[in-house]
């Protein structure tokens, strides 16, 4: 038996089989290791979509075929189409952030001592399940800024720059010499004279509302020409206080704002010291004395996070919180590989850092941005545990997304599965084009 070659013919002994393959010999046995994969992969794979899609085309009870009924609800029904509209935001703006964050990290993160300090900290998040973050997230955007900490910060920021009321439940009692002016404004019954002393008693001041600087309230003394005066709080702790008198335990309203009045306008005014007294030029004489709505209204309460207009926002910044680290850590592995003699070049000749990021690590870190890119906008769009857990009741419509109303319609209190099976399919239809891009940009590597 001969055998042809380059460069001549090469003789082969006689009785010499050619060796074959383990699998062209042993089929039953390459076929017995993959069934069990090939059987799990039709159990939980196939027969579901398949299913699913059979499922699509008959009604709630499954026993009358609905044609396309049920994606033509999907298309029409308001609610669903709110769920469509929020994943279109999500698969733009959460992917796009997170890889622009994962980008910015692992650029900067090469230039300080503590990269790796600080990589580790934005990564850990993904070691939190998404249950687990939504419930912190949930706390976090609770409105009351004594318990969510997005609106203790912005409480915080807010009440540096602009004075809080401070007293927004006080009020006058029938028997005190103020009447109220509307508006939620008060202003004494009489008009005052100068050298007099007002009294302007207030109640309904928690005591633990209080100003922490607060003092117990003095009487004001008389001076000539001016209209001197105490705003205080008429309450004493266990009782035993007296109407319009100043006992020892009562305290002043610090920081309230005092006007005289007269014909309409404001002819003067004054803001009441930690004991509550104030004073006022000779410009008060006959005037009334009017303490203004901003001193009791409602203080500043931060930001409505889990509104309908703030929610999806919210909850992406959630997602990003999570999410930023593992794009940062993709990129700072392909960003190792990036050659540096390129951007030293690039600097010997006069490019500022701006340029050398832009038109040398950005393009050559492409690829990377493609991967976290892909991965991101598939895994958004079955985005589900953050949005249930996160959204309240009331908000939940508006945050609803695709994968949450697949739950919903399949298994809320008027489940109707064929509308369900038609979410799980339009579902899978828009993944199948990211995963066709991935596959597509997976083959162009692999023949680099």
Known sequence: MTSAATGGTVQVPPGTRKRKSVTGTRKLVAAGFLLPALVLLGALVVYPIGFSVYRSFFDKSGDNFAGLDNYVEIFTDDTILTAVQNNAIWVVVAPTVATALGLIFAVLTERVRWGTAFKLIVFMPMAISMLAAGIIFRLVYEQDPDRGVANAVWVGVHDTFNESAGFPNAHPLPVHPLESAGGGAFITKEPVS?????????????????????????????????????????????????????????????????????????????????????????????????????????????????????????????????????????????????????????????????????????????????????????????????????????????????????????????????????????????????????VRRMRKETRR
């Open 194 to 438: 100068a050298g007099s002393v007002v009294q302007l008693p207030l109640v309904g001041v928690a005591p633990a509302k209080m100003p922490s600087d607060a003092v117990p309230a003095k009487a004001a003394t008389a001076r000539d020409g001016q209209v001197t005066g105490t705003v205080w709080l008429d309450f004493t702790r266990g009782g035993g206080g007296r109407p319009n008198v100043i006992d020892a335990q009562e305290l002043g309203l610090k920081g309230i704002q005092v006007e005289a009045v007269k014909d309409g306008k404001v002819v003067a005014s004054a803001k009441a010291g930690a004991d509550g007294t104030f004073s006022l030029p000779a410009a008060a004489d006959g005037a009334q004395l009017r303490l203004p709505e901003a001193n009791f209204r409602e203080p500043y309460n931060g930001v409505d996070w889990l509104g309908p207009s703030l929610v999806t926002p919210a909850i992406i910044g959630s997602y990003l919180w999570m999410w930023a680290g593992f794009a940062m850590v993709l990129i700072a592995a392909g960003l190792a590989s990036v050659p540096r003699e390129l951007m030293e070049a690039a600097r010997v000749d006069g490019a500022n850092e701006w340029q050398v990021f832009r038109r040398i690590t950005v393009p050559l870190l492409a690829p990377v941005l493609a991967v976290v890119m892909v991965t991101l906008m598939i895994n958004v769009l079955k985005i589900f545990d953050l949005v249930f857990i996160i959204a309240p009741g009331s908000s939940q419509d508006d945050a609803n997304v695709l994968a949450l109303q697949l739950y919903r319609s399949s298994f809320g209190t008027d489940a109707d599965l064929g509308v369900g099976s038609a979410i799980a399919v339009l579902l899978l239809l828009l993944v199948i084009p990211v995963m066709l891009f991935n």
